[in-house]
């Protein structure tokens, strides 16, 4: 049963790794278990991860929105008898990846054209034959029946590309399609505003949102075609997008009418009523706190850490203590891996990211990690560039414990976001489930037509990441922000560059060495089998540092508590990870103090909160103050920046308008959303004949 939990898991993450909506079903069947079904549908590895270990043995479920299944199921001991005598058209059908159903049926899955927007049918297109579209989902592999039979995918069909890359239904299906599973309006009517305008900004969302689904109400659209008409327009036109589980509410709320009785409730303005006084509708955009830097002195770890640390610093040509710290940090993390772990079973492995400019020492602490490496014999560990997926995957299954030192992480989550193909998306789903597999195994993926290729036991993997700081964050998306990424992130800024020194040959100090050397040798575990199924050393905690343990965990959950009353999905993200950091941290703290003998001590537990909990608070107020949720809210932000870096925060008109480099109109509308958000306040002053008019920043 634990590999079947494995195994389902692993294959819900790779589903949402490639784009797909995925949700829980009952354990061999197919009903939903989530509050409203297929509409809590997601890609965000968090979530299913949750999900799966609260219903480990749970099926797969996946929302068919924007695609079409051919759901056909056997007759008289025969798949597909409807296309009998037609070959050509059962060829057609075999361009696309299909699975096999426990009872011998089969899903045939195409994405639906550009301008289509079908919804599901039964027994329309042939008796015992389906579709499944907008408004629908389908059970896929490896879920299981009740009778112990799966769901498999045909070979050489299996499912392996995203969504935009799947083919279109042929000719003569869509010809088909069209007369038996149309819409009553789509989408694009529905989403025009009767001035034309494409933006719906804060005080108007819910509002305009409640009179579009009225309108596919009154047309017989049900509370599923609704909702998802309606989170594609929030996404595409509200300035910032609603909540989904705001979404959800109106197209409930619009739901409870009949057909026939919508019209009454439009003309007599019910949905302005059941939404006034909305606080969410018009409250301006949350503040967040920026706490500074990481100060000073929580850069600093005793032991082996800090004599690193110490001799990068002495030999760098421009001696940055952030980015000394993070190549030690992640030096310590790739030493210990598979090596020990804390009662909670919790390991070294982490995500480091230091922000810093051009030339500021961003080079020197992986060189000098480097050398260290290559001096104790672990050179075959080290890496420097995430190419796919599959080559991160190879390389651990060749070394399941490696240190992946990159200067190129903006440019790979740019690449993410502006790809067409699944090739970077897949390096982004391999890093989140080889983080949480580092106390489990890690399967790796099935290739058409070949062997199983096994799994990875305990990988450790470590990256130790540098950008350019604005580069970072403008890379990032609000996808990114959600999936879990961003919180496996251990990101400090370095600040401005320090002053220069003269760079000096001098030999690892023979401490360091000699420690690294020690770690590479040490083999916990049993016998023959340390190697590939080590055992990791418990490094037990004092009862005053578990006490702190646990107050922190609190405190966290506090955070996430008043995320998740706000609907802020960033914040639950990030505050959900805190606890986990902290574990890791302390456990860092302890075994670079002492190697030989760690306990994890109240102060090491004491470094490792207050380190997370203000890098945490760092990080999302760099979030909210960076990263864009659409092209949009991405002008929104830059124009308070340009307010922000100007004198008493304050700018003429011309000279903004200027600066943002963007047409008139635009320009307005987004000093109108600002506006009324509450960020930017209009300042006119009257003179000779006219007045001259200037926007400040707020707060």
């Not at 009872?103 to 015992?128: D, N, S």
């Not at 579209?133 to 995203?162: F, H, K, M, N």
């Not at 590939?532 to 905690?541: G, K, M």
Request: proline share 7%; net charge negative.
């Amino acid at each position: 049963m634990a590999d079947d939990t494995n195994i389902l898991l692993a294959a819900a993450l790779a589903y949402a790794e490639m784009g797909y909506g995925i949700f829980p079903c009952a354990p061999g069947g197919k009903v939903p278990l989530t509050e409203h079904g297929f509409l809590d549908a997601t890609t965000d590895p968090a979530k299913i991860e949750a999900w799966w270990t609260q219903h480990p043995t749970a099926n797969i479920g996946m929302a068919t929105q924007g695609m079409l299944v051919i759901d056909a199921d056997v007759v008289d001991g025969r798949p597909n008898p409807w296309l009998d005598g037609v070959p050509d058209k059962q060829l057609s059908l075999a361009v696309a990846p299909m699975s096999i159903t426990p009872r011998g049926g089969q899903h045939h899955i195409f994405r639906q054209p550009p301008g289509k927007a079908w919804r599901c049918t039964e027994g329309k297109l042939a008796p015992k034959v389906d579709t499944r579209a907008d408004g629908g989902y389908i059970v896929v592999p490896p879920s299981i029946r009740e009778d112990g039979r799966a769901y498999r995918w045909q070979e050489t069909l299996e499912l392996a590309v995203g969504p935009g890359q799947l083919p279109e239904p042929p000719a003569w299906l869509v010809e088909r399609l069209d007369r038996i599973a149309p819409v009553r309006a789509t989408l694009a009517q529905v989403a025009t505003s009767p001035d034309g305008s494409s933006q719906i900004p804060t005080g108007q969302r819910n509002a305009t949102l409640a009179r579009l689904g009225g309108g596919m109400r009154r047309m017989g659209m049900s509370e599923a075609e609704i909702a998802a008409a309606l989170v594609q327009v929030n996404q595409a036109r509200c300035a910032p997008p609603l909540s989904a589980v705001e979404v959800q509410r109106i197209a409930a709320s619009i739901a409870r009418y009949e057909p026939d009785s919508v019209s009454v409730a439009l003309v007599e303005n019910h949905y302005d009523q059941i939404f006034s006084g909305d606080a969410e509708a018009d409250a301006p955009t949350p503040v967040v706190d920026d706490p500074g830097p990481m100060p000073d002195e929580l850069l600093r770890v005793p032991g082996f850490i800090g004599e690193v640390m110490d001799y990068c610093l002495a030999t760098a040509p421009y001696p940055s203590p952030v980015m000394a710290f993070c190549g030690a940090l992640a030096l310590q993390a790739f030493l210990a891996g598979r090596r020990v772990r804390d009662p909670g079973d919790n390991r070294t492995n982490i995500y480091l990211l230091g922000l810093a400019h051009s030339a500021a020492g961003k080079d020197h602490p992986r060189k000098v990690n480097t050398r260290i490496v290559h001096e104790i014999g672990l050179s075959e560990c080290l890496g420097d560039r995430f190419a796919s997926g599959e080559g991160v995957q190879d390389a651990l299954f060749i070394n399941p414990c490696m240190l992946f030192q990159t200067d190129e992480i903006d440019g790979m989550l740019q690449s993410i976001n502006k790809a067409k193909d699944a090739r970077h998306e897949n390096v982004m789903g391999t890093l989140l489930t080889m983080y949480s597999s580092s106390n489990s195994v890690f399967p790796m993926r099935r290739k058409a037509g070949k062997s199983s290729p096994g799994v990875i036991d305990q990988p450790n993997l470590v990256i130790f990441g540098t950008a350019i700081p604005n580069h970072y964050y403008e890379a990032l998306s609000e996808r990114m922000l959600t999936n879990g990424f961003f919180a496996r992130m251990v990101i400090l800024e370095a600040g401005k560059r320090s002053r220069g020194q003269e760079p000096r040959i001098a030999d690892l100090p023979p401490r360091v060495l000699e420690t690294a050397r020690w770690w590479a040798d040490y083999r916990p575990g049993r016998g023959n089998l340390q190697d590939w199924h080590p055992v990791p050393a418990i490094v037990e905690q004092t009862d005053e540092a578990l006490a702190h343990l646990v107050e922190t965990r609190e405190e966290a959950e506090t955070e996430y508590a008043h995320a998740e009353v706000n609907n802020d999905s960033v914040g639950t993200t990030v505050w959900g990870r805190v606890s986990e950091q902290v574990r890791k941290l302390s456990l860092l703290h302890a075994i670079s103090e002492n190697h030989q003998s760690p306990r994890i001590g109240l102060e090491a537990v004491r470094w490792a909160s207050r380190f997370v909990l203000h890098q945490t608070r760092r990080m999302l107020f760099m979030a909210s103050n960076h990263v864009a949720e659409n092209p949009f809210h991405a002008e929104c932000l830059k124009l308070m920046h340009k307010l922000r870096d100007a004198p008493a925060r304050e700018m003429a008109h011309s000279a903004l308008l200027k600066r943002m480099k963007i047409d008139a109109k635009r320009f307005m509308e987004l000093i109108d959303t600002l506006a009324q958000r509450g960020d930017v306040e209009i300042v006119t002053v009257p003179r000779a004949g006219t007045y001259r008019r200037s926007y400040r920043l707020r707060g």
